[in-house]
């Protein structure tokens, strides 16, 4: 008769207690824990293991996933009362996702976000559907030894083709000891070209292992929506024009020309496969377009002006840390006042921002004030997220556009 080998040491709990000033915030729902806001720990914790959070009297206040490299420690899953985190819990709080979004696409819509991070309750994840494509991104390296687990719940319940991981840029090394890499097949095969999807009737190519973001920038679908409802008839210049989202939709509602302004010339050749999965409309096939390869700022700036009718200026992120605001809002009025003499009478012009450093209100007053001593304004409309990435925290809250009528003085 041999001895029984004994079970294996289970560690204790990952305990932290945080200081007075991070209690508030959680208790309120904040799903971020700052590791210079951590007072004790009880031991070091390894990448995605459950953190167990309390106060200064040592009562619960949330648990989450720890990431020991990351100054944003723990990505919050609960908080307020305890829960076990297990299989149902995720299916239960995919769930919750999914009811979300239940009835906001009908056919016609086959890209969309699934889950978007932390303000869906998967902090530092965000899922997004290119029809039967599934992509997956992760900001923390906390979600690898879940990985797995959530890639079987979502080939469960979703029945997608394919799922693609992205990865954050600072994460991608840590994830070659976990063998995984930006871009790689988590379920089904690899695409051998972008991925098509549908957005109102409109097809588009998504870069999906490749592309900025998941592939596509599906946050503006509603902004787009709303600039072809606005295009008919007028000479519309898309600035940071990306994959022509602006413009195709813009032609189909009868746009009398479009421009895309990029200096890239792999976004322009992407907008241009994008018309051409579009050239069955007649609409779309009828509309002039031109691509102009060049700088924003410079074109913009040049003279004689050239005049449209609709000018969107879309740029990339120009505040990407709390310290880049005020270089942000200079280039943000920079970008209106070498637009206003593009305008025609009674132009419109849409101006966007996807800087969450930048709040709106700040934004909104910044293009506006830039015009104000050139053009009269009618202020037709502001937006903000889609109802698919809704924002639920102050930090969450980035995209915003302003709709400008603007008439000579």
Excluded at 197 to 217: I, N, P
Excluded at 275 to 283: E, G, P, W
């Amino acid at each position: 008769m041999t001895a029984r080998e004994p079970p294996p040491i289970r560690p204790a709990p990952l305990r932290l207690r945080v200081r007075p000033a991070a209690e508030s915030p959680l208790r309120a729902g904040h799903p971020w824990l700052f590791a210079d806001s951590i007072r004790e720990q009880n031991r070091p914790g390894e990448p995605g293991e459950l953190a167990v959070i309390y106060d200064r009297r040592n009562q619960f206040l949330a648990l989450g996933l720890f990431d020991p490299d990351s100054p944003l420690r723990v990505r919050v899953l609960q908080a307020g009362q305890p829960a076990q985190i297990d299989a149902a819990w995720w299916a239960a709080r995919l769930e919750r996702a999914i009811g979300i979004r239940a009835n906001l696409f009908d056919g016609q819509t086959t890209g969309y976000r699934w889950i978007h991070g932390e303000n869906d309750g998967w902090p530092g994840l965000v899922l997004d559907r290119y029809a039967e494509t599934l992509v997956l991104k992760l900001y923390t390296q906390a979600w690898f030894p879940r990985l797995a687990e959530i890639t079987k719940l979502l080939v469960a319940r979703l029945q997608p083709g394919r799922i693609v991981l992205r990865l954050s840029r600072n994460i991608q090394a840590a994830a070659r000891a976990w063998r995984l890499a930006d871009g790689q097949m988590l379920h089904g095969a690899a695409p051998e070209s972008d991925v098509v999807f549908l957005e109102d009737g409109l097809r588009f190519g998504a870069e999906v292992r490749c592309g900025q973001k998941t592939g596509f920038f599906l946050d503006q679908r509603e902004n787009r929506r709303r600039v072809g409802g606005l295009a008919a008839g007028r000479r519309l210049l898309n600035v940071f024009s990306f994959s022509g989202g602006f413009s195709l939709h813009a032609a189909r509602a009868g746009a009398a020309s479009v421009a895309d302004l990029d200096l890239s010339a792999h976004a322009l050749a992407s907008a241009r496969r994008n018309f051409a999965l579009n050239r069955d409309d007649s609409r779309v096939a009828a509309c002039p377009r031109q691509d102009l390869k060049a700088d924003a700022f410079a074109w913009l700036g040049a003279r004689p002006a050239r005049v449209f009718d609709l000018i969107v200026l879309d740029p990339p992120s120009l505040a990407r840390r709390a310290a880049d605001k005020p270089a942000a809002l200079q280039a943000y009025a920079s970008l209106a006042r070498r637009a206003a003499p593009h305008l025609s009478p009674g132009g419109l012009l849409v101006a966007c921002s996807c800087s969450a450093h930048v709040p709106a209100a700040e934004f909104f007053q910044t293009v506006q004030g830039a015009l104000a001593g050139v053009r009269r304004l009618e202020r037709l409309q502001t937006t903000g997220h889609p109802p698919d990435h809704p924002a639920t925290f102050a930090e969450a809250q980035y995209l915003k556009a302003i709709y400008l009528l603007c008439f000579p003085r």
